[in-house]
C-alpha cells in the first residue's frame, strides 16, 4: 500500500461547478498536509496548507483533513476554466526539513 | 516568497552521457530539494541539499547516479549520471527558507534519454 493514494482522473467539469479531490493516506505520524496546484509543464505551486485536522478557507478553496480517517478533500466552488490543472496532495510528518510525500496528482479539467 | 529558476528547461541526451541541471534560487534559503516526476507517478524526492553538508539521499537514489552540490544558499546542482532511458522524467529543484509550507518549485526539466 502507497503512502499517499490520490485518484488520478481524468476529472472533467463544467463552469460553475462544486469540485471535490480526495487523497488518502496510511501513515498516522502525517501532521502538515497541503495542496499543491500544478499547470502543464510548471512546477507545483502551494494552494492550501493545513496542520492537523479542520478546515481551512480561502476563497473558492477549502480544505479538510479528517486525521481519524486519513482522509483529506481539497473543494474547488464555482470552478473556472482557469482551475484546469493537476492537483497533488502532499504530506509530512514535521514542518522543518522533512521530506514532503505526494500523491500522483488529479488532473482536473473545467469547460466553458 | 521565492523565484526559482532551472537550466535546462529540457535535454535530449544518449544512453550512457551525464547532465547536470542547475538550480537558482533569487533569495538565500536554507533547504533546496531535488524531485523526480515520472508520467503518471507521484513526484518523488531524490535528495536534500543542504549548503555546507553533504546531500542526503532517499532510498532508492545514490550519490553515485545523482551527485549533487550546494555550493552556497542560492545555488544547487543535480547531476545525472550513466543515464538510461529509465532516467527520462521531469526533474524538479524546490527550496524552502525555512518551514515547510514555504517550499517552492521550479519549472522542472524534462529530460528525454535515447
Known amino acids: 500500500q502507497k503512502e499517499v493514494e490520490q485518484d488520478p482522473g481524468p476529472l472533467s467539469v463544467p463552469e460553475g461547478a462544486i469540485v471535490s479531490l480526495n487523497c488518502t493516506y496510511s501513515?498516522?505520524?502525517?501532521?502538515?498536509f497541503m495542496w499543491y496546484r500544478q499547470y502543464s509543464r510548471k512546477g507545483p505551486e502551494l494552494l492550501m496548507y493545513?496542520?492537523?485536522?479542520g478546515n481551512k478557507e480561502d476563497g473558492r478553496f477549502t480544505a479538510q483533513v479528517d486525521k481519524s480517517s486519513k482522509y483529506i478533500s481539497l473543494f474547488i466552488r464555482d470552478s473556472q476554466p482557469s482551475d484546469s490543472a493537476t492537483y497533488l496532495c502532499?504530506?509530512?510528518?514535521?514542518?522543518?526539513?522533512?521530506?514532503?510525500?505526494f500523491g500522483k496528482g488529479t488532473t482536473l479539467s473545467v469547460s466553458s | 516568497s521565492a523565484v526559482i529558476s532551472q537550466k535546462p528547461s529540457r535535454d535530449i541526451c544518449q544512453r550512457g552521457t551525464s547532465l547536470t541541471i542547475q538550480c537558482q534560487v533569487d533569495?538565500?534559503?536554507?533547504?533546496m530539494f531535488w524531485y523526480r516526476q515520472q508520467p503518471g507517478q507521484s513526484l518523488t524526492l531524490i535528495a536534500t541539499?543542504?549548503?555546507?553538508?553533504?546531500?542526503?539521499?532517499e532510498s532508492g537514489f545514490v550519490i553515485d547516479k545523482f551527485p549533487i552540490s550546494r555550493p552556497n544558499l542560492t545555488f544547487s546542482t543535480l547531476t545525472v549520471s550513466n543515464m538510461s532511458p529509465e532516467d527520462s522524467s521531469i526533474y524538479l529543484c524546490?527550496?524552502?527558507?525555512?518551514?515547510?509550507?514555504?517550499?517552492?518549485f521550479g519549472p522542472g526539466t524534462r529530460l528525454t534519454v535515447t
Open positions: 524546490s527550496a524552502s527558507p525555512a518551514r515547510i509550507d514555504e517550499q517552492y
Open positions: 501513515n498516522s505520524a502525517f501532521q502538515y
Open positions: 493545513t496542520y492537523s485536522s
Open positions: 502532499a504530506m509530512s510528518v514535521d514542518q522543518a526539513g522533512t521530506a514532503l510525500i
Open positions: 533569495s538565500q534559503v536554507t533547504m
Open positions: 541539499a543542504n549548503q555546507g553538508s553533504e546531500a542526503t539521499y
